[in-house]
Nanobody
Framework: QVQLVESGGGLVQAGGSLRLSCVAS????????MAWYRQAPGKQRDLVAR???????NYADSVKGRFTISRDNAKHTLYLQMNSLKSEDTAVYYC?????????WGQGTQVTVSS
């Protein structure tokens, strides 16, 4: 059964940093490209960054140079290091596979950036 558990969100001032974590089901994690998504109030859920099983990464233009995605296969954990945070980064952040497989989502973790 798929399980995704996100953590690490919080309230931070603009310019600050946060590190998000996501623990994923073992088989899911090992064999999948993993990604971080975010959903701001009243907006659709968007892809933020993805990391392939090879370690290659891609980022949305809005976070390029500020966010870093990484994965620890031994711990089945996905990370998102977020630096130089802006108010427009405020959202609920989710991890999942890329592309998506089915409709399962974890509970997400709230990131609020105050200006």
């Amino acid at each position: 059964q798929v399980q995704l558990v996100e953590s690490g969100g919080g309230l931070v001032q603009a310019g600050g940093s946060l590190r998000l974590s996501c623990v994923a089901s073992g088989s899911l994690f090992w064999t999948s490209t993993m990604a971080w998504y975010r959903q701001a109030p009243g907006k659709q859920r968007d892809l933020v960054a993805r990391i392939y099983t090879s370690g290659s990464t891609n980022y949305a233009d809005s976070v390029k140079g500020r966010f870093t995605i990484s994965r620890d296969n031994a711990k089945h954990t996905l990370y998102l290091q977020m630096n130089s945070l802006k108010s427009e980064d405020t959202a609920v952040y989710y991890c999942n596979t890329w592309p998506l497989r089915g409709a399962y989502w974890g509970q997400g973790t709230q990131v609020t950036v105050s200006s």
